[in-house]
T-cell receptor, first 113, second 111 residues
Framework: GQNIDQPTEMTATEGAIVQINCTYQTSGFNGLFWYQQHAGEAPTFLSYNVLDGLEEKGRFSSFLSRSKGYSYLLLKELQMKDSASYLCAVREGLTGGGNKLTFGTGTQLKVEL | KAGVTQTPRYLIKTRGQQVTLSCSPISGHRSVSWYQQTPGQGLQFLFEYFSETQRNKGNFPGRFSGRQFSNSRSEMNVSTLELGDSALYLC??????????FGPGTRLTVT
């Protein structure tokens, strides 16, 4: 099975940088995803890591260390619209392939002036 | 390109009834996954369908079932509804085993 931990809540200031951590314990691993979910809306894809290292996409970066079971999402130049829940999800390595994601309970980020 | 659509958006049912939810994936996507989202448990994987076959399954009771049609549209059925089945049900479609695109969800309330 999978066990994913991430902080419940974080608060940061507009224009600042925030790092949201995610640790996982898995019986199989085939990639880690980060999703953003605004209240009352569907999750939207932010990033995907399957190899160790940093993936950068605009103001968002995601890091993965498979040996440590650890990932983080880095958000730069925070904007008020970044206030949302950030979900870490691990895809199992399945012999039949496909998508079976296990999600963390999400980190509620509040951006303040 | 149109996104993932789900119908209905809101539904109120009584305990013991059954319900069917529908999901139309993005055109060309053959994988459809279903998730249940509740405040206490977060997002939990129900099952995934690919080319009309259930490819993966989560840890939900047999009251939860699904199917996929030849046009990749998928339905999810919950029989003998319980109060604890009240949740947001999300489906997600994927072209391959990479990025999943989520629909807006169906909010199910069981009274």
């Amino acid at each position: 099975g999978q066990n994913i931990d991430q902080p419940t809540e974080m608060t940061a200031t507009e224009g600042a940088i925030v790092q949201i951590n995610c640790t996982y314990q898995t019986s199989g691993f085939n990639g880690l995803f980060w999703y953003q979910q605004h209240a009352g809306e569907a999750p939207t894809f932010l990033s995907y890591n399957v190899l160790d290292g940093l993936e950068e996409k605009g103001r968002f970066s995601s890091f993965l260390s498979r040996s440590k079971g650890y990932s983080y999402l880095l958000l730069k130049e925070l904007q008020m619209k970044d206030s949302a829940s950030y979900l870490c999800a691990v895809r199992e390595g399945l012999t039949g392939g496909g998508n079976k994601l296990t999600f963390g309970t999400g980190t509620q980020l509040k951006v303040e002036l | 390109k149109a996104g993932v659509t789900q119908t209905p958006r809101y539904l109120i049912k009584t305990r013991g009834q059954q319900v069917t939810l529908s999901c139309s994936p993005i055109s060309g996507h053959r994988s459809v996954s279903w998730y249940q989202q509740t405040p206490g448990q977060g997002l939990q994987f129900l099952f995934e369908y690919f080319s009309e076959t259930q490819r993966n399954k989560g840890n939900f009771p047999g009251r939860f079932s699904g199917r996929q049609f030849s046009n990749s549209r998928s339905e999810m059925n919950v029989s003998t509804l319980e109060l604890g089945d009240s949740a947001l049900y999300l489906c997600a479609s994927s072209l391959d085993s990479y990025e999943q695109y989520f629909g807006p969800g169906t909010r199910l309330t069981v009274t």
